[in-house]
């Protein structure tokens, strides 16, 4: 069982470059998420997407996007790296929309911008 | 909004005691709750989950959380602690709805728990 998985587990990046964060998962949920965990600071909301075709902005949703071109695959995009995005970044999925549904995560990935 | 709050940054515990990590939380309406855990390097684990019924739940790895309206927490337990449980523990609440809320969770800050020999 594979569950979530991102790639890549670490990243240096430069100021200003850019770089795609790659999410996938077998368990054929419908719902995924992007966190990023600063610490002291719990995990925070970037985007979320309800299904193929659809996304939103969670609660710190600057600077990045995301697509949901298939069920499987959530990448999230940073366009212009900032040292502010300096953070370990966590995909997660959920079977269906109840609300006592628990989200499955990925490994993280650390990103450093220098 | 909703929100979670987990007050202590750090709980200190001897092998073998009994252990509470503390959360509290504010919402409107009825709350679903979760434990997650997260050892270093490696994501986030569920736990366990609050969403009707019985106060006290059990979940993963012998802990238990116990659920109280009126205080509004849900602080986990674990009758003896064992060093393997040092680790990063977060509580959660559902927020959103079935449409357009996204099925979002909001976590609390996390707590440090060390148990030490």
């Known amino acids: 069982n594979a569950g979530v998985t991102q790639t890549p587990k670490f990243r240096i990046l430069k100021i200003g470059q850019s770089m795609t964060l790659q999410c996938t998962q077998d368990?054929?949920?419908?719902?995924m998420y992007w966190y990023r965990q600063d610490p002291g600071m719990g995990l925070k909301l970037i985007y979320y997407?309800?299904?193929?075709?659809?996304?939103d902005k969670g609660e710190v949703p600057n600077g990045y996007n995301v697509s949901r071109s298939t069920t499987e695959d959530f990448p999230l995009r940073l366009e212009l790296a900032a040292p502010s995005q300096t953070s370990v970044y966590f995909c997660a999925s959920s079977y269906r929309a109840g609300l006592g549904t628990e989200a499955f995560f990925g490994q993280g990935t650390r990103l450093t911008v220098v | 909004a909703q929100s979670v709050a987990q007050p202590e940054d750090q709980v200190n515990v001897a092998e073998g005691n009994p252990l509470t990590v503390k959360c509290t939380y504010s919402?409107?309406?009825?709350?679903?709750l979760f434990w997650y855990v997260q050892y270093p390097n490696r994501g986030l684990q569920f736990l366990l989950k609050?969403?009707?019924?019985?106060?006290l739940v059990k979940g993963s790895y012998g802990f238990e959380a116990e659920f109280n309206k009126s205080q509004t927490s849900f602080h986990l337990k674990k009758p003896s602690a064992l060093v393997s449980d040092s680790a990063l523990y977060f509580c959660?609440?559902?927020?959103?709805?079935?449409?357009?809320?996204?099925?979002?969770?909001?976590f609390g800050t996390g707590t440090q728990l060390k148990v030490e020999l």
């Open positions: 997407s309800v299904g193929a075709g659809i996304t």
């Open positions: 959660a609440v559902r927020t959103g709805g079935l449409t357009g809320g996204g099925n979002k969770l909001t």
């Open positions: 609050y969403i009707t019924g019985d106060n």
């Open positions: 919402v409107s309406g009825n709350p679903y």
């Open positions: 368990m054929n949920h419908n719902y």
